[in-house]
């Protein structure tokens, strides 16, 4: 079997932090529509992909790099 194929602890763990990131994207999205009653119609990936880069920016601003 190729290696390109295999994933290491890392790359998991990669993945792990990529959909933790897209599902709070979505669940603030929920959670706007929830509380305001607006329903975002087909503007809903594009207001998924903004709370997730929003996810992302504040996981950033609370998270130390050791270097």
Do not use: C
Not at 2 to 11: A, E
Not at 51 to 63: D, H, I, M, P, Q
């Amino acid at each position: 079997m190729s290696d390109i194929l295999k994933l290491d602890g890392i790359d998991w763990k990669k993945l792990a932090k990529g959909a933790g990131i897209a599902l709070a994207g979505a669940l603030l999205t929920y959670i706007s529509a929830w509380l305001t009653g607006q329903d975002f119609g087909t503007a809903t990936p594009v207001i998924v992909a903004g709370f997730s880069l929003l996810a992302n920016f504040v996981r950033k601003l609370f998270t130390t790099t050791e270097g």
